[in-house]
């Protein structure tokens, strides 16, 4: 992701404002999860890893 984003996700967890980051993880996390729809931003190697790692980040959060 790029720092821009990072930053973004950052600053709605910091501000309390977890379901706002919940559902942009969300997004993220269906554009490299690898299904066709929604197309996916990312591609590679290494997009199931981050797939697992947006995942992850969302179950600490407790997004449902």
């Given amino acids: 992701?790029?720092?821009q984003l990072t930053?973004?996700?950052?600053?709605l967890i910091e501000?309390?404002?977890?379901?706002?980051a919940c559902q942009q993880?969300?997004?993220?996390?269906r554009r490299t999860d690898g299904?066709?729809?929604?197309?996916d931003f990312v591609a590679g190697e290494a997009a199931?890893?981050?797939a697992d790692m947006i995942e992850?980040?969302?179950t600490d959060l407790g997004c449902e």
């Fill in 35 to 39: 299904e066709k729809k929604p197309p």
């Fill in 1 to 3: 992701m790029s720092d």
């Fill in 25 to 29: 993880l969300s997004d993220a996390y």
């Fill in 56 to 58: 992850q980040l969302m």
């Fill in 15 to 20: 501000g309390s404002y977890l379901e706002a």
């Fill in 7 to 11: 930053e973004t996700y950052a600053d």
């Fill in 48 to 50: 199931p890893e981050l």
